[in-house]
């Protein structure tokens, strides 16, 4: 069943303006800002861009995956390949490091490695957990991590074609996961609210911090690696020291219904999705509400994505879309301290073309407040 349409959505570029004609009168293509829109059959659960070619990887709730060619001239976005292996959803794809391979989990609990060029499924773990998976997160050439919905963890390694660690130390479902740079601390948000800390060189869990309030649905490592930020479903960010995973030492709500992913664009500042919509983008310490990228209007946001390069956003959420967003303004933007009394209630500040800037309150009345308590020593899967 298809949704209905907003009228004030923007319409599809294509009926925006013609293309430009030459003076021979063929038509010209027509250059974005951003690709056009890629639409599916079916609500697309996860999607990942490629580290190095416009590559754009989707999977959705009937366990197909797709890989699409995008592109900012017009009516040149192209499906290269589609995959029905997974029997039921599939809720999370990743890329290789090397963009050779693409990772695809799934609520039959399978794991799936196919080639990106061809499609090829190359390696498959049929059960790979004893409960539905819901991410993956390749960590270096070989070796690659799996949370599932029952708060497990493992971490596999190809060359020996088995996991290599397997842990329950968390109760509710694996949300995300995070990996520093050297690949060995590992990090996991849970629906349980915690985050945990699994050491991937000595194969060994860590330790779990207190549980926050809500959900924890997203992880982001940022500040060069000393900060780690936290989603909720409740609509803040925790923040934790690196060597202080313990307890939050910040936290910032926002006036969102929830955070339900998140992605870094810059050392300071992240894009966050929620069940309202609207992406928005936030400074971490000093903390700040910066404005709204862009929006699926009225429809929860499943995942981002940022492409290589660090302008193009990628998005995706229950409307079947796929949305591009222009962010390379954010890197240039300067937060300083100081904080500008904001009139309650007002506008999101628009942040790029496409973003609405209707000012109504679907899109207002975000608090650009920071709960700044520091606290020392205290304080979804939306289409199966």
């Not at 790979?128 to 596999?156: E, Q, R, Y």
Request: with cysteine.
């Amino acid at each position: 069943m298809r949704r209905r349409s907003y009228a004030n959505e923007p319409r599809p570029a294509a009926m925006a303006a013609p293309a430009e004609v030459s003076a021979r009168g063929a038509a010209e293509p027509r250059l974005r800002d951003t690709p056009e829109d890629i639409c599916f059959e079916a609500t697309a659960n996860a999607i990942a861009l490629h580290p190095a070619r416009p590559l754009l990887a989707a999977g959705d709730v009937d366990g197909d995956v797709y890989l699409y060619s995008y592109s900012c001239t017009e009516g040149e976005n192209r499906q290269l390949w589609s995959s029905g292996h997974h029997l039921k959803s599939c809720r999370d794809v990743a890329f290789s490091q090397d963009g050779q391979k693409l990772f695809t989990v799934s609520k039959d609990k399978a794991i799936h490695i196919l080639t990106v060029e061809e499609g090829r499924l190359e390696t498959r773990f049929p059960k790979a957990h004893s409960s539905a998976l819901n991410c993956v997160l390749p960590i270096d050439a070989n070796v690659f991590a799996t949370g599932d919905d029952n708060g497990a963890l493992k971490v596999w390694d190809l060359r020996k074609g088995d996991a290599i660690l397997e842990a329950r130390e968390q109760e509710e479902y694996i949300s995300a996961m995070a990996v520093d740079g050297n690949g060995k601390l590992l990090l996991t948000a849970s629906g349980d609210g915690t985050l945990g800390v699994f050491n991937v060189k000595r194969r060994r869990f860590e330790l779990l911090s207190e549980p926050q309030n809500g959900d924890l649905t997203s992880v982001a490592l940022l500040k060069r690696g000393k900060k780690v930020a936290c989603g909720s479903s409740e609509g803040t960010i925790y923040l934790f020291n690196w060597d202080g995973f313990g307890a939050a030492s910040d936290r910032f709500a926002l006036r969102a219904e929830s955070i339900d992913c998140m992605v870094p664009i810059t050392d300071s500042i992240v894009c966050v999705g929620s069940l309202d919509g609207v992406i928005r983008a936030v400074n971490v310490l000093p903390n700040r509400v910066l404005g709204c990228v862009g929006q699926h209007l009225g429809e929860p946001i499943e995942q981002l994505a940022l492409a290589p390069g660090g302008q193009l956003l990628a998005s995706c959420a229950h409307d079947q879309k796929v949305k591009f967003w222009d962010v390379s303004e954010l890197a240039g933007l300067v937060v300083d301290d100081y904080r500008k009394k904001k009139k309650k209630g007002g506008p999101l500040r628009a942040l790029s073309r496409k973003a609405v800037g209707s000012g109504e309150d679907f899109f207002a009345d975000l608090r650009d407040e920071a709960e700044p308590e520091a606290a020392p020593g205290s304080d979804s899967d939306g289409g199966d």
